[in-house]
């Protein structure tokens, strides 16, 4: 941070930005009217730009308040974490990561991903489920160390991200007992005489299901539809459709949870990526996360 201002300017133009006023904004911080001012005009001239100007009795932010208010907002919520990060690491051995896991990709996969960790002493494994999107500014911001996602980081100039492949696995459609016989009879055109559940949009692969679908002539008769993998699983083995998954986890699939195979889905794949922040990733963890030739790749 510039040396002309501090965190506390940031503040106090913060309290005023969200009290709507000078007066209110020094009641709540218990300070005189005039100290906020003088911090709030050092700021405004540490940045060179107003940040506030008159709206009726009170204040509003100007397009630099605007900006400066949605950055404050991000600094503070770093800010809060720093008293638990510091008491964790004074505390504890613990090797902390964590882990964004976007919404497209499939849960049941999660576990599979992150396997070759989940045996490290002292691990402290902190997993959080959103919006890719959403995960990346996290990422950027540095409130996450990887992201796991179901497909690579879209070109964005304002976010400096990195997508490492993790590898990839076919597709296969599986269906409780009560539909089994009845998918398998024909297979795939029998896909057309059950009901199907499928991904939502919110998965990468749902695009290609569809276009597999429609090159097997396969007009589908959707029962359901899930944001959540491990859900559509769920529903898939009550007996509520036919549904696909990813091979990778057809053990799981048939031995735990009871369900038939039916097929495969023919050049329909699901892939899986870490997205972190550099181009040659530095966190140990997220390293082992790596199959070994993208570490060679990356230690070349």
């Known amino acids: 941070m510039s040396m002309t201002y501090s965190y506390r300017h940031l503040y106090y133009f913060w309290a005023v930005a969200k009290e709507g006023g000078l007066t209110r904004a020094a009641t709540k911080l218990g300070l ?12 405004e001239h540490a940045l060179g730009a107003a940040l506030l100007k008159p709206a009726g009795r009170g204040l509003a932010l100007t397009d ?3 900006a400066a208010l949605e950055l404050a907002e991000q600094i503070f919520q770093i ?17 902390r990561l964590v882990v964004g896991i976007s919404d497209g990709l499939p849960k049941l996969v999660v576990h599979r991903l992150l396997q070759p960790i989940i045996d490290t002493p002292h691990l402290r494994l902190l997993c959080h489920e959103d919006e890719f999107d959403d995960l990346l500014g996290d990422l ?11 497909r690579p980081a879209p070109p964005n100039p304002n976010l400096r991200v990195y997508s490492h492949a993790l590898g990839s696995s076919p597709m296969a459609w599986f269906a409780a007992p009560q539909w089994a016989a009845a998918a398998m009879r024909d297979y795939p055109a029998s896909l057309a005489d059950v ?14 299901m569809d276009q597999w679908l429609e090159r097997q002539g396969v007009r589908a008769r959707i029962a359901g ?19 696909p998954a990813a091979s990778l986890m057809s053990d799981k699939l048939v031995e735990h949870d009871g369900l038939v195979r039916v097929g495969d889905c023919d050049g329909v794949e699901e892939a899986f990526y870490a997205v972190g922040t550099d181009k040659k990733i530095a966190h140990p963890l997220v390293r082992r996360l790596l199959p070994q030739a993208v570490q060679d790749a990356q230690a070349g």
């Open 32 to 43: 005189s009217v005039q100290t906020v001012s003088t911090q709030v005009r050092e700021l």
């Open 64 to 66: 630099a308040g605007q």
């Open 79 to 95: 800010g809060e974490t720093l008293p638990e990060r510091v008491r964790d690491a004074a505390t504890s051995p613990s090797v």
């Open 140 to 150: 950027a911001l540095h409130r996450l160390d990887v992201v796991l996602a179901d």
């Open 195 to 208: 009901p199907l559940l499928l991904p939502t949009s919110h998965a990468a692969v749902r695009a290609r």
């Open 225 to 243: 539809e899930f944001e959540d993998s491990a859900l559509l699983a769920t529903f898939g083995a009550a007996g509520m459709g036919v549904f």
